[in-house]
């Protein structure tokens, strides 16, 4: 290890509000993926570290969920007042340890704002149903209460917005959250904690325990833990759904993606071609709701590759705090060698690549993790660069005879987070949006991610357990229903009021 290494800060878990460093602490380095330095270590939790913050956070739940809902939201309020206000500096902090543009960083923040906005209206959302006089004397009414203490494990690639999605809607319904950030880009979390600090949140309702594995199956199997929300990869959400249900859970567990864009003939071919461009290679690809591969009716392919092939050349690839640049690095060496290897596969197998992004360097970023935009032609659905889920800057290109044999396509792809269609056509868009086995679908829109107020979530691989994420599914998700039938008997003073036994 270098001396750099030795000194790089170290990244703690939050604790009953406190940052805490436990001494003795197995630690993994965090790089700025821009330049390859090491830029921080962060701490990995043990069973005992989970079990602190745990503990803490049960406390806390006891008191916070006693607290009228209209408190709570105070806090919501007040919390969106401080990321507002410090939205650029936590803009950088994403940027320099995941390496997405500050655009991208402030997109990402953006989008958590919404989820905090609708958790502002709780009181709203909580409000229960009344059924009076359900038989004679007998009402019957139903509330929701908090579960306690909920975990949310997250991905690298969002590492302010994911957390966003949860905490503010576990935080407001009246429960305890845990987070576990992805051990990658981990600092988001703690400037996270403190904007939860500064807007008034009681210590211990919003905790973090950094880590890996150890850390998530602590969480997984711990007794004190009612729920688990997960956003992260295919086999870790399966694993995260298949162990913490057998440990009594609520779980929602999101996981990867292979987004198809379908585009017909009668589409706005330059229009289609500039929104896959944003959408194959904004973030470095790195995004859930990426699209990843292209389905263009035959009549058309030619065309469209023409005009992918020129926007994708002109994307600019530099450091993401280079306001200039419009593509940053993908997050580590082996995710870069990763992605250039599955390009070079797909070569040997006989696509194309009209833009390569394989040995792409930036100037004075020599031992930066860069991929440059690439696009592959002709591949086939056997080729590895389609069965995966490649998490970088490559667009698939598949040609279909029509608009049949695309919705096959999606169909019978295992996973089912997003897919859009380009066309002019309301008939093609309205059979495509009925056909699709896919959560999320946009329509001359390339990433149809919901807004706040609609839940968030895929079908197929991409999503286990029944709840979608953030929206009005994760006030259900976040809470258990009571259902109260009562019955008060009457005196003779009172009973001339009741309707159906007045007497005068
Ligand atoms: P990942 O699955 O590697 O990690 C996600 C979380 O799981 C992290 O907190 C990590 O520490 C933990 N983890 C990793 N390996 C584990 C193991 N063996 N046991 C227990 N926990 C483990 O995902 P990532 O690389 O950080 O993020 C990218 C993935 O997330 C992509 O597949 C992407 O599609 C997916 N994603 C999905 C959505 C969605 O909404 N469906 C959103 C964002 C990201």
């Excluded at 929602?252 to 289609?272: E, F, I, P, T």
Aim: charged letters at 20%.
């Amino acid at each position: 290890m270098s001396a750099l290494v030795d000194t790089a800060p170290l990244i703690g878990h939050v604790v009953g509000g406190q940052v805490t460093t436990p001494e003795g602490s197995r630690t993994q380095d965090v790089f700025d993926p821009a330049t390859g330095r090491v830029t921080g270590r962060v701490l990995l939790a043990e069973q005992a570290d989970v079990d602190a913050a745990v503990a803490a956070a049960v406390v806390a739940a006891e008191s916070w969920s006693q607290e009228p809902v209209a408190k709570r939201t105070a806090v919501l309020f007040a919390l969106r007042e401080q990321i507002v206000q410090h939205t650029d500096e936590l803009a950088a902090i994403i940027t320099a340890e995941h390496g997405k543009v500050l655009a991208d960083s402030l997109g990402e923040i953006a989008r958590g704002l919404e989820v905090i906005e609708y958790a502002c209206g709780m009181p709203q959302l909580l409000k229960g149903e009344y059924t009076d006089q359900a038989a004679t004397g007998v009402d019957v009414f139903s509330f929701r209460e908090p579960l306690g203490v909920v975990a949310g494990i997250t991905p690298f690639n969002f590492p302010a917005m994911v957390p966003l999605w949860m905490a503010p809607m576990a935080i407001a319904t009246g429960n305890a959250f845990v987070l576990k950030p992805s051990e990658r880009d981990p600092s988001a979390s703690l400037f996270l904690a403190k904007m939860w600090k500064a807007a008034g949140l009681p210590d211990g309702v919003f905790s973090v325990v950094q880590g890996d594995r150890v850390a998530v199956d602590a969480l997984l199997t711990h007794p004190d833990i009612a729920a688990v929300s997960f956003v992260g990869s295919t086999p870790i959400a399966q694993h995260v759904h298949a162990t913490a249900t057998a440990h009594g859970k609520r779980v929602q567990a999101l996981g990867g993606a292979k987004n198809h864009a379908v585009v017909l003939a009668d589409a706005d071919l330059d229009l289609a071609a500039t929104h896959l461009t944003g959408a194959a290679f904004g973030a470095a690809g790195e995004r859930c709701m990426a699209i990843s591969v292209a389905v263009v009716v035959d009549d058309v392919a030619d065309a469209l590759v023409e005009r992918l092939t020129a926007a994708a050349q002109k994307v600019r690839v530099a450091p993401g705090n280079d306001p200039d640049s419009d593509m940053g690095p993908v997050i580590t060496r082996a995710s870069q060698l990763r992605i250039e290897q599955i390009v070079t596969d797909a070569v040997d197998s006989g696509a194309s690549a009209p833009v390569d992004g394989r040995g792409h360097t930036v100037a004075g970023h020599e031992d930066g993790f860069f991929v440059g935009p690439t696009i592959l032609d002709g591949v086939t659905t056997d080729m590895r660069a389609y069965v995966e889920e490649i998490f970088g800057p490559v667009l698939v290109v598949i040609r279909a005879a029509d608009l049949d044999e695309a919705i096959a396509l999606v169909n019978d792809n295992p996973y089912g987070n997003g897919t859009a269609i380009f066309t002019s056509s309301g008939d093609a868009a309205r059979t495509f949006q009925r056909a699709v086995k896919v959560g999320m679908i946009g329509i001359n829109v390339p990433i149809p991610v919901p807004v706040g107020w609609h839940s968030f979530g895929g079908w197929k691989n991409s999503l286990f357990g029944e709840s979608h994420i953030y929206g009005p599914e994760s006030v259900r998700f976040y809470t258990r229903g009571k259902v109260v039938t009562s019955r008060w008997p009457s005196s003779p003073a009172t009973a001339k009021f009741h309707f159906g036994r007045t007497t005068s």
